[in-house]
């Protein structure tokens, strides 16, 4: 009795050290977030272990490893790591089903526990695009889809059209069969224009367990629309006898080819001379009788359209070569006699001094020569004036002087008139001329 007695108290007195010894520790654990088909690793630790066995359990409550023994027949765990303060464990090709909670149990008196959630990420899918056939004709209506499933959780879905998101779209999410992962769309409604034929519409996918690399799939917009017609002439200012190339730029989907040309409603009426290339309307030399309007027609599957250019034909400038004055100022000085009057004399000089001027900017005559044949002309004038007055004033003198001769010896007037009248008896011998 003395024995059995004193056995109990030992046996109790060994239970309080380890239940003194045991107050602090405590395992730890933490949470474990693993992609579909990655490794996850499951790690025990515990700052103050006096050699007491650690244990890691699965969701199901089956011991995987015990210490370094492994307990569970399951070729994806193995051991990391184990000794008496961490126990690691790891699980590969990590499944949808393994997720759960985990635990880890410290055999003290009494066992303590700590959990670990193992969450497993959906992949989801790469996407498709649905809803486009081609062609579209232009300012039709189109509904694109993208889906994507076996995403957990669920995916997110954006539109972006040439690199600018599309905000206005619709979005709907479904569970999946398996009640884990879920099956994402989102629709897309535009009507489209000429504008968007090549346009890339790309659909992208984000999740996290992409690791920041989203999965996109695009499709590049095929859009038919009728034909947009601009004539571009050669040269702005076409002049006669110049040639002018109108160029036909026709653009449309299908491509609009050939053209046709037609001029004020009609054929081309100089098919010699008006030479049609392509897009391209070849007029050699232009006249005065190539006015009109000239209109350029293309035509596709799609439709017709059309663009008018009218044209003006200018005259050639005229300039007046400096060499055509020479000529004229010579004939006037040529022609001027004594008699000439100062008329002609100032519509020379001011011609000859216009002239330069009309020719600003060319080649001008030479100005010693018009200013040798201007002062010729002026001194000659001027010399014929002098001439003519003296003249005029030598015969004016004799005549006064002859009708005075009968005053000379008369002692009064009476006297004076009888010997006028008695000297003009004799007219014969005081004749006057006058030239």
Not at 402 to 417: F, H, L, Q, R, V
Request: aromatic share 6%.
């Amino acid at each position: 009795m003395i024995w059995k007695r004193s056995a109990v108290l030992r046996f109790y007195s060994v239970c309080g050290l380890l239940l003194q010894g045991s107050q602090g520790q405590f395992p730890l654990t933490q949470n474990v977030t693993v992609v579909e088909g990655g490794t996850a690793i499951l790690t025990c630790r515990v700052e103050q272990n006096d050699n007491t066995s650690l244990q890691w359990s699965n969701p199901a409550q089956q011991t995987l490893y015990f210490d370094d023994k492994k307990a569970l027949r399951d070729n994806r765990i193995e051991l990391v790591r184990a000794s008496w303060h961490e126990l690691s464990i790891s699980v590969s090709d990590v499944s949808l089903s393994d997720e759960g909670q985990y635990t880890c149990s410290l055999f003290t008196m009494p066992v303590k526990t700590s959990k670990a959630y193992l969450t497993v990420l959906g992949v989801p899918e790469k996407p498709q695009i649905s809803g486009f056939s081609s062609p579209v004709m232009e300012g039709d209506l189109m509904q694109l889809t993208c889906k994507t499933s076996g995403s957990k959780p669920a995916a997110d879905i954006r539109w972006f059209k040439n690199d600018k998101e599309i905000k206005d779209v619709k979005y709907l999410k479904e569970e999946d069969a398996n009640r884990k992962t879920f099956t994402v769309s989102s629709t897309l409604d535009f009507r489209v224009d000429r504008s968007d034929d090549g346009v890339a519409i790309v659909c992208r996918v984000d999740h996290e367990s992409l690791n920041a690399t989203p999965q996109v799939a695009m499709q590049v917009l095929e859009i038919h629309y009728t034909p947009s017609v601009k004539i571009i002439p050669s040269t702005p200012f076409p002049q006669e006898g110049q040639p002018l190339i109108l160029t036909c730029e026709s653009k449309g989907k299908p491509l609009p080819e050939p053209v046709l040309w037609t001029k004020d409603g009609g054929e081309l009426p100089d098919p010699d001379r008006m030479v049609v290339s392509g897009r391209e309307l070849n007029i050699l030399f232009l006249n005065k009788t190539d006015n009109g309007t000239y209109r350029c027609e293309a035509t596709n599957t799609i439709g017709q359209s059309s663009a008018e250019y009218v044209l003006i034909v200018h005259d050639v400038p005229n300039t007046l070569l400096p060499t055509t004055i020479i000529p004229s100022l010579t004939t006037a000085t040529v022609t001027t006699s004594v008699a000439i009057t100062t008329s002609p004399t100032t519509s020379a000089t001011t011609s000859s001094i216009r002239d330069p001027n009309a020719l600003a900017g060319q080649p001008g005559p030479d100005h010693a020569l018009i200013g040798g044949i201007v002062a010729v002309v002026v001194f000659v004038t001027l010399c014929s004036i002098f001439l003519l007055g003296r003249y005029l004033a030598r015969h004016k003198g004799t005549y006064l002087t002859n009708e005075a001769k009968g005053a000379e010896d008369a002692p009064d007037a009476d006297t004076a008139i009888i010997n006028a009248e008695g000297s003009q008896v004799n007219a014969e011998e005081k004749k006057e001329y006058f030239i």
